[in-house]
């Protein structure tokens, strides 16, 4: 098994070389401008939010309702396979308007562990990972929050994919200590359609005097300079992307070794020959309760398995 995941990375890494600086900076031109938030395409129109300090808001903190934006939630979950075609163009329209547009961004946590094993989102991940340099979110705040972003896909059978996301800014992310919690996703890539959306963290020099190289999140992880960069240049579901150069330090200290290996999880069972997780049906057992990373309480994440199930 060992042997077999270490040839599927390097499938996955044979065209990759050290991802150079931009030779040009990021461009916001002609981009779609979202002028008054209240009267763009929501669901929700008549939403109540609570009167606390958190930016970002979700119908509820489980499984089903902590991973849509309350703005754009339609009222219902959607289904298993909705849910994986969701996430699919999600990262797909994400990766290539970040590319086109020359905006450095490489994809993390849960996400990064689906690439690792092979190239794809694993089948019970509800959202999507990807971090930012505090710099480039600076950039993202001042130049593209509040645009939308059309998307254009053709699937196997044929079919037209047409779809609108939202890029969105949380305006706390100039503040880059976790403060009272309430704030540590940066930003978000939101679809319009139902709520669905990947998380964008920044990761900033919090104490360069200090701590030169330390590069730090609100959620407490930590990554050294040699570490992340020079970013690798890969393919995640089937397009351009970035992962960061010591992928797999960075994915056993946050998981663990085990996370590298085990193959049965989440009623999903990871069959070598398809290099696919396989879905078994109900999931039998204790399962950990689910806390989305935008809800985790304050504290140091804990490393290993149960963070494994705790973050994906």
Known sequence: MKLQRLFTTTFLLTSVVAAPGPSSGPSAANVKRVTNPEAGPRHNKN????????????PGG??????????????S???????????????RSYLNVFRERNIETWIAHGTLLGWWWNGKIMPWDWDLDTQVSASTLTWLGENLNMTLHNYTSINPDG????REYLLDINPNHIERVRGDGMNVIDARWIDVRNGLFIDITGLSEVNPSTQPGIWTCKNFHRYRTRDLYPLRETEFEGVKALVPYSFDKI????????????????????????????????????IQPHVPRSLQPEGEPESGLKNLLRVL
């Open 77 to 91: 979950p959607v289904s298993y396979e909705e849910r994986g075609d969701t996430l699919h163009h999600l990262i």
């Open 62 to 75: 489980t499984n089903e309702l902590g991973h849509y934006d309350i703005r754009y939630y339609a009222g």
């Open 47 to 58: 939403i109540k939010l609570p009167g606390d300090t958190k930016y970002f808001h979700e």
């Open 159 to 162: 079919t037209e994919v047409n």
């Open 251 to 286: 994915l056993t200290q946050e998981y663990s070794t085990k996370a590298l290996t085990k193959t049965l999880h989440e009623g999903h069972q990871w069959v070598p020959e398809q290099k696919e997780w396989v879905k078994q049906g109900p999931v039998q057992g204790t």
